[in-house]
């Protein structure tokens, strides 16, 4: 072990795999390489190091091959040790006015910035899903629920929106998140800055990060990026494991709304008939996954004192796999929403049943006869304790106790019929964000306008970093 | 119970119980009041409730004592029937176009909105206080830890500008979190907007909202603006945790640089000579409790399909609780932070020992000889394990297995002094973020700029919201 | 405050108000008289304190009412300060041998015990009406879900044994938990034993615990009964929270299989014709909720050092709120469970909906006509995707691509009939734990003995208790 | 893809991956091959398959090598394919009246099994080193802390005890947790037991189970084992994480109470004199991964309705997670309390530091003069003010303002010399779980039998799982 030598003696091998950060690295052995290059360019430019000296490093660079970095601690000391073994002592010149502290900070900032970049492309293609679906479905009824229950009529539209409208915060929390993280601890060194008149703003524009993270002992010792990035995946997930609960209960026998594509679904090992929903179902166990990467996330960083520890190490993996997961389920649920198909025939039958039209029935009543709401909702709730839609007898009946006839009152036979139409119900309720068809129509042309703002503004934070990265390969070959 | 007389039966006292918010509706009784207040002003303003019946509701309202309520499942509930009993069978007219579903939504936002408004404030003097002490210590050295092992001397102002910055985050998550919060379900209904031709717009004007949660379904079936003010909270308790371990551990025996004022500290039923610091132990243990609640809130919001459910009432007690502990945290490390003595012979008398500017040594042969900065560290190292300072001949002694004698190569006995010498080894670093006291100097001036800003921002925010709720209540009575 | 004046100055009120567990306290004013008394007779018996000393402080103890204490840290420190006034410095002897640090741990073990022996109780009762309800439908045919799909028939009593079951885990562990708990931690003092002669294995048996935790430091220093008993708590919401589910979904317009009670249901405020299952939502919820103080309560306790610190008094409140959302969570499902109606008619119709008996066709294919499952199950499958029930030539025809026609083979009319009929499909199911109305009825009658098995196992548990608290207020009166 | 073939069409790669529980499987892949094993042995001595088939099966289970397998949704799938392939369409024939979902579970309880057997044993292994360890250390004094303050002195014996105790504590927690998961579900099906005469009771026994899972809803159905496992490794590793920091606490330079065998230890890449404490730091962390873990799997396993959900399969690689972090940190923690160095006399010489004998004072003071023990507890907090150690007339000048004079009233220069020494103070403190050499020396040939049984205990567990699974391989070859 390179660092080992000077001060300690040996390691064994199951002391070198508990402490070995190794097989997380994985996720930043290309992001080390760009930090390497910039940091040399930089010491170039300074003149902290010869041409010489820089140019054979970075040709050594150009050629590392991650399979041929031998045994060590971590990356950036396997890293170290390849180079020495092949220019020779001077590639120990590397890591001068720069310690790991910094170097592993600026390494996961700079692969977790690109995972961020790519998630939110994968959020607004779902989003762009959920709408297309919801503009395909804008005169659609379905039936809308709370508690679980038939509650009122609405739209598929409407219900699309909805759950579009959730992603598209949780991809601004994202870019919150972005513009927090995309920042530079590079040149912090251990936590107390350097002695070598080193430049960091120089590495931070070559590594296309947006400005400092400023104090050295701040900059290896936080890893609230990563926090506040697991809080944002937890809530996404979230939001995903509310649509994947809603696809499960759909697609069962007893719903039966939707039905998901074959290529969303698994068969069982017993029960040949079966069509099971795993996807969704396993989308929904991962909302509770990432929900366990953030508590981890956040105990191992409670009461640490400054700067650096090793704990911090641990926190890593918990972010890389909660990564996995949410774009894993990120993807997999466009690819739900893109095949599944809806019964329109079946929604709209459920839309009226279960006397869902209740509310409009006693609106209907406070705006004919002007009697108060809550009498109102008094006398149609003693009608639907029957179960049945109510004739106007009924409803002059259940009027009685209260000394109310609604029939002559304004309310005749078609104002019943009207209140009890679960499509007249849902047209007249085009109230900014209801469900009627001109409303929903309204909302997705802004929605299409917003999202191609979206898109523009992830695109230019994606081009800033790529041209970054494009031309630090470029000055350094 | 008003509701339930339609259609429900009586009510056992322990089910009530079970499914009461009561005790938790104390958080937004004053809220409730309000948009009850703006809901009847619109409602008069659209016509579609009677002058005198607006004014005899907002009368009542004027005059209601939380105290007078009766009981009942929720706050709503109660204000209503209390109306009720007040101005008669009119007071079951504010119910129109509305739902508890888009109220108890509203509630929590606004009542949020305060607390946050209120946290932001007491951040921003946290910060002040931190940098001040700050600035009152530029030119201290203090030992700096990786580890909890001396590393590099540093100063005590570059330290504590670390912990000042990240709170300088953690606020800027309020920041972002705020604008996401602060926009109204009012008018959603109960998830399907309404057929009552409400003004959603006025309403959020007259709350003093800053826009709509638009889709009706979304507004009362999100939570995820309570989700991600917890986030925010638990990563500001996590920064506020490390402060506190860190005030717990330098007012050991042992560590012994800081006194804690007596005001913040506690002492034993048993042990009379003690001086605990159990203000911090109590922040460094809420950081897990708000860490609890987030998991919590996340826990209960997965995989529930919309829109409103009634998991969503066990939802808001959390918020309250992390609300008042991150609050509670945040006053009383500010008078901590305040009231705090550093021993500033000892921190000094500390930053030197334990060898720990043998990375200004390495550094400094590296500058000094040209040899790699590899070898150099390996020297040091050797001379580490020693445990004293060197001398000129135990430099040269420590590199002759690599055939490297210093004091040939330009390295003497005064270069050798001035490594070895904390305070110069400080000056030296006076890279962008770095512990020299000119550095400390500049930063700190630039931050007193940005609390400015920050304390404007925070400032127009409450600017807003204050002079809507003073005109909402000069239109009402 | 009592124990400031030696050593510390005045308190203000925010710090006061922040460091202070007295509303949680509450929980534990009963243990803490007890605890004192106990540790009064002890000190009386060893000769520490002369009787008359004793009888004072014991009378006072006798008539001191919760309303009647002053401000304080603590409970403890009010009680001692409320003696003093009432039987002058002589109440200051009490706290001799002893410290806050033992006396609380002492306390919460004591309270905690009691809340476990009610839940226990309530879990019990549980089980047993769960249990009930499987006895009255041990031939009730339903459908059997896998992935919230028909999957195979089954019957109601073998669901709700599987229920109970779950629950009689959840039971065990909180008798394996309590083992732990009923033990003594009194006389430890503040960590460090204490040089006065006192007697710990009286005080252990005048409170009715089961033995010592003996160590000292580790007897004021470890939380981990709180840590187990929340695990217990937490598993056991889990299987509530599974049964809710169940019940919320089982009464939606779709499943329609059950009717939950009035009593245990809600209406909207909007929408008069909604019967919501509003409780089973809650202890849905409420599992989130415990999980929250399972993460916290582990949060706060990892990484202390020993012995005492103030960060576990921010441990216990989250145990009482666990404990009250769990023991009402218990008896809300008992009551749900009691009072459900299940719909026989609809659940039988639909147990054999889907073509669920797909599986047992296969099986019948394998014993009938000797080939190996996978192809069995292979041709079902095809038939499977049309979605009708097959008759004798689909098979045949569905067999041709694997060379095998069933109707040659042995399997006829009458075979596929058979396999194709719900009820014949679960009789056939007579394996230990299966679901035939024989092997219910002899899993209940087994299920009947556990029951009183597991009431003397708590009865006797409980009686110990009480008759040591009887015992111990009969000598100190 | 096997099961797929009959229903479902093609899979794409993303989607595969996404749902395939292939990574996971490999810590179950032994334990299938056992399952499959015993099922057969099964299915042929109740006639259920023909000796021949049976044996061919068997024969290509012995070869099986993991690495042959091909692609498959889970390990399972592959097995099955893979014997197909070997043998012929009678490797069709093993899965006759079992399912997935009761095989998986049987495997993770198996697999589980052997992961606890171990962890047993490295648990029993750290507890007799640092049980080894206080044995070596009975006359050092040591500080004693609360609140990470000097409180009183203590010996190294006494506190290493305590951490053995709650060790045990832990231990007995896997040893009940092991009760519960040893049980079989095998025979359940896919949830509803089959039609096929097979004997649940005979698989039990030759896997060396201890018993059924009986209900065979219940079976497939519940991951409550797995939830309880992971709940005593969270404990264990608050366990785990106190001993940590108080290792890392006591190298500081400040502490310097022990050293860490450059085993554990690490250095840094920058500062070659460091010497860090990373194996305790990654332990410390680990217990907040574990915690996480727990989390996850309770949130996933959350209102899931019965019987099997795919999101079952997201629990797993949670406690196979956990199971090595814990496993990991427990040796790690074994090799570093065996080889850390004390440093007893800075030990010593801290132990009576800080005027920690105050308590003892306090209670001599109470001893000879009699005057209670809070007016005691005042006079020497009075003292402790000014920081020195009293001599006899700073004590009756201290209780002057309460009219009392020690030196007056049998309280002389002897007996406060004796109260300010800290070994006499140690000595004194001979109670049941004291800090006096006597009664450690008691408490450690105590647990040094405890520790002979437990030994036994799990030796008895392991034996007779492995005379099972011996006799299981020796049937069937």
């Not at 400023?214 to 649509?243: G, H, K, Y």
Request: with cysteine; aromatic share 4%; hydrophobic share 40%.
């Amino acid at each position: 072990m390179l660092l080992r030598e000077g001060r300690l003696g040996e390691i064994s091998d199951d002391v070198l795999e508990f402490i070995s950060s190794r097989e997380a690295d994985h996720r930043i052995f290309e992001a080390d390489l760009l930090v390497d290059r910039a940091h040399l360019i930089m010491l170039r430019e300074a003149g902290l190091i010869s041409e010489e000296d820089a140019s054979s490093i970075i040709q050594a660079l150009d050629d590392i091959d991650e399979n041929d970095l031998g045994p060590g601690e971590d990356v950036h000391e396997a890293i170290e040790a390849y180079l020495i073994a092949q220019v020779g002592e001077v590639g120990g010149r590397m890591h001068m006015g720069r310690s790991r502290n910094d170097e592993v900070a600026t390494c996961i900032r700079l692969a977790l910035r690109g995972e961020i970049l790519d998630l939110m492309e994968e959020v607004l293609s779902l989003i762009e899903t959920i709408w297309r679906r919801g503009a395909e479905n804008r005169e659609t009824l379905s039936p809308g629920f709370t508690h679980t229950q038939h509650a009122q009529p609405t739209t598929l539209a409407h219900h699309l929106i909805a759950h579009g409208d959730a992603l598209a915060r949780d991809l601004e929390r994202l870019v919150d998140a972005y513009a927090r993280l995309n920042k530079s601890p590079l040149g912090s060194a251990a936590f107390a800055s350097t002695g070598f008149p080193i430049d960091r703003r120089r590495t931070c524009e070559l590594l296309g990060f947006d400005g400092l993270i400023e104090n050295s002992m701040d900059a290896v010792s936080t890893r609230d990026f990563i926090l506040e990035a697991l809080s944002a995946l937890s809530i996404q997930m979230v939001t995903l494991s509310r649509l994947a609960e809603e696809l499960i209960l759909w697609s069962t026998t007893e719903f039966a709304y939707i039905e998901i594509d074959d290529l969303f679904a698994s068969t069982s090992s017993i029960m040949p008939q079966k069509k099971n929903p795993d996807t969704a179902e396993l989308v929904r166990a991962k909302a509770g996954s990432v929900l366990g990467s953030l508590a981890a996330a956040l105990a191992i960083c409670k009461a640490l004192p400054l700067s650096y520890n090793r704990d911090l190490q641990e926190v890593t993996p918990h972010l890389w796999r909660a990564l996995s997961w949410t774009r894993g389920s990120t993807r997999i649920m466009d690819g739900c929403m893109e095949s599944v198909r809806f019964d329109v025939d079946r929604l709209e039958k459920s839309a009226g049943a279960g006397f869902s039209t209740a509310t409009e029935l006693a609106d209907s009543l406070v705006r004919s006869t002007g009697i108060p709401f809550r009498k109102a909702h008094r006398i149609v709730g003693a009608l639907a304790a029957t179960g049945d839609l109510p004739g106007i007898e009924d409803l002059d009946r259940a009027g009685e106790p209260l000394g109310i006839r609604p029939s002559e009152m304004g309310f005749g036979e078609r104002e019943l019929e009207e209140a009890l139409d679960p499509r007249r119900n849902v047209e007249r309720r085009d109230q900014p964000g209801g469900p009627a068809p001109a409303e929903t129509s309204r909302m997705l042309l802004v929605r299409e306008e917003q999202l191609l703002q979206y898109r523009s503004r992830v695109g230019e934070m994606r081009e800033k970093v790529e041209r970054a990265l494009l031309q630090l390969r470029g000055i350094s070959s």
